[in-house]
């Protein structure tokens, strides 16, 4: 009392003399004083009522849901962060009963946005719980990162102070920091990484993002090698039509006089639809633009008749756009019974793969269905004739291949890009390499700790690449047994992983919600992708090597740009998982398959195009079009592939 009493006699004197300015400044102390010592109660809670939780995030959620619809949506944000830790702070606090309560009762506001999250948690009953998970362990030692304006900021402030809600103040001081822009609030349709981890998440990836990524293609490329080839002869043939269609018109003309108008617009006419066909297929081709880039791997030499062959596809390549749409051959599995994991098609769609849960592989030739079909042989992992005896006596003769080796469900299989190997990887943590020529098993790769859930031969072959449960990458040669690279930093399982073009990178999806891209020849993490709320699933690379697709087990398509690493064209793409991605030849259009039984065609062209256009806005984004939906009866999408003619393959089992 004492004290108070000689600051408002201070007080009287100053103001009574006219200093003005020095009563202001002792207001000022006066006030920063008290604030401090408010906070400092706010943070220590000396209260042990678990209800001080509910009564605390009960309030907030009411204002929140009242505001301004203007701000409102920005507002909401501050509610999953401060759901998470009541809840985790009355487990760690012993109220078990009182957590449960407290998680069912609101748990239906975030469920949209974090289902997977909340799904991790839902079983957390004691503070061990808490010590041993990775999500409850990350979510106590990082902070939020939430994005508002600043008006929005400041109505929270204002909020917080009138209540003197101490509880909600404490959380929000000790696990959000706030990113305050000026300007009026974000879009809705912008929301996809405003909320997000600081640390594991948001910090490493600015640093990682830094990195210089060559994108291109290889140099001196086969593909490109047959492109010029091709365009040369193209080229000559033309000259050589053009040059005998003018001898004849002269040899007419000469003899017909008046007939040689007629012949001289034909001419003309078929001179100028060959340049503008030329000139469509020049426009739609994003791969003759690409930058080239060196190879960072010793690349194996490529047979003459694979030459031959590539040439010839190229030749009769269908060019795509997003008026002309792909031809789609459809692959169903009958009967099945739910045995099916996965399954893949060959380049050029005349063979078909499935993994099934029984560990076994079976491998279908395209010429051969239909035809009378002779003892089908089945190779274990030594050539044991036991089972080629037991396949030919016990189920008789067989419209495929049998490959027996696994001793767990296989669940990814990857044709090399010439067709004449197989990959297969198991939950038996092993990876086996098959011959499609001898029918044999090769190689047994034994490496990965954990089931193998995803492997792919590089786009040369020889190299491969598989993704496992113990939350690492690794990069394989098939003249070697043990891995050549090993990717680790991913939080949790990495589920997919897919070869750059020109073979220097390898891309990775994870249930950490996030992509990666790695450099083969470090093993070093260069690109970080945030923006996902679920486990990704799917990726696909553009044939020019600067975009890249993934799909996650919401249904969301994202595509991003390795050159900056930033993403371009977020969409809602499906209702259920999307499992399988894949570019067009010359990279216009994007086909992406899922588990609501549709395979979706997507205009990259246009979408892309207009993102180079705007490349000095920063963060703009273009959405992919869609062009078309292809729904199956009861089908979900396993896998896609365009072929060299740009031809679509699909494969799924039918689902009854």
């Known amino acids: 009392m004492e004290d108070e009493e000689m600051e408002r006699k201070v007080q009287q004197y100053l103001h009574r003399k006219g200093f003005r300015l020095t009563e202001l400044a002792l207001q000022e102390e006066r006030n920063r004083l008290s604030t401090t010592s408010l906070s400092d109660v706010s943070l220590s ?20 849901y009242n505001s301004l619809d203007q701000y409102k949506h920005e507002l909401l944000r501050v509610l999953y ?149 091709l365009s040369d002869s193209d080229r000559a043939e033309a000259e050589s039509k053009d040059a005998d269609a003018e001898d004849n018109n002269k040899k007419k ?17 078929d001179k100028l639809v060959g340049a503008t066909g030329k000139n469509t297929k020049s426009e739609t081709s994003m791969i003759s633009a690409a930058p080239r880039v060196k190879p960072g791997l010793t690349l194996p030499a490529t047979p003459v008749e694979v030459e031959q062959s590539i040439l010839e596809d190229l030749r009769n390549r269908a060019q795509l756009n997003n008026l002309a749409l792909p031809s789609v051959s459809f692959y169903t599995f009958l009967n099945t019974h739910n045995g099916l994991n996965c399954s893949s098609i ?45 396949s030919s006596t016990s189920e008789g003769k067989r419209p495929y291949t049998l490959f027996q080796g696994h001793s767990g469900p296989v669940y990814s299989a990857a044709f090399s890009p010439f067709g004449d190997f197989l990959l297969s990887s198991s939950s038996d943590s092993t990876i086996r390499l098959w011959s499609t020529k001898l029918n044999a098993n090769l190689v047994c790769y034994k490496g990965h700790n954990y089931p193998v859930w995803d492997v792919q ?17 690794r990069i394989w040669s098939m003249d070697k047994i043990q891995p050549l690279r090993i990717m680790a930093g991913h939080l949790a399982d990495v589920d997919c992983v897919q070869w750059h073009v020109n073979c220097n990178y390898i891309a990775t999806g994870s249930s950490d919600k996030t992509v990666r891209l790695w450099d083969v020849q470090t093993g070093e993490c260069i690109r970080m992708f945030i923006g996902h709320r679920s486990m990704v699933l799917s990726l696909a690379m553009s044939p020019d090597g600067r975009y890249m ?20 064209s977020p969409l809602a793409g499906h209702n259920s998982c999307v499992w399988s991605l894949a570019f067009s030849c010359e990279g216009a259009l994007l086909a992406s398959g899922s588990a609501d039984c549709t395979v979706k065609l997507w205009d990259v062209a246009s979408s892309t195009k207009a993102l180079k256009m705007d490349d000095t806005k920063a963060g703009s984004t273009n959405r992919l079009r869609l062009l078309k939906a292809l729904p199956t009866k009861s089908t979900p999408v396993y896998n896609l592939r365009f072929s060299r003619r740009n031809l679509l393959f699909a494969s799924g089992a039918l689902s009854l």
């Open 253 to 269: 003309s000469s003899e017909g006089g008046k007939q040689g108008g007629p012949l001289n617009k034909k001419l003309k006419k």
């Open 549 to 568: 697709a993934s799909g996650d087990e919401d249904g969301t398509i994202m595509m991003w740009d390795l050159s900056t690493g930033r993403c371009v």
């Open 81 to 229: 962060p401060a759901f998470i830790h009541c809840f985790m702070d009355l487990v760690s606090e012993g109220h078990t009963l009182e957590a449960r309560q407290f998680f069912l009762k609101f748990r239906e506001d975030h469920e949209l946005m974090h289902s997977r999250d909340l799904q991790k948690l839902e079983g957390t009953l004691s503070p061990l719980h808490l010590e041993e998970m990775d999500l409850a362990r990350s979510l106590r030692e990082n902070k939020f990162r939430i994005k508002l304006c600043e008006y929005s900021y400041e109505l929270l402030l204002q909020y917080l102070q009138k209540t003197q809600a101490l509880v909600m103040l404490g959380i929000i001081n000790e696990r959000i920091i706030f990113e305050v822009s000026a300007g009026q609030p974000s879009l809705i349709s912008d929301d996809a990484d405003v909320v997000a981890l600081v640390g594991t998440s948001k910090d490493l990836a600015k640093q990682i993002n830094q990195k210089e990524v060559h994108w291109g293609l290889l140099e001196d490329s086969v593909e490109e090698r047959m492109e010029k080839a």
């Open 45 to 64: 809670r000396p209260d042990n009522d678990p209800a001080r939780y509910y009564d605390g995030y009960n309030k907030l959620r009411s204002w929140a």
């Open 457 to 473: 031969f590089s786009p040369v072959g020889h190299y491969f690449a598989s993704a496992s449960h113990d939350r690492t990458a």
């Open 346 to 390: 060959s380049n050029d769609g005349s063979l078909i793969v499935g993994g099934f849960s029984d560990s076994s592989v079976k491998v279908w030739d395209m010429a051969k269905i239909g035809q009378p079909a002779k003892t089908s042989s089945s190779q274990g992992e030594n050539g044991s004739s036991q089972d080629e005896r037991l």
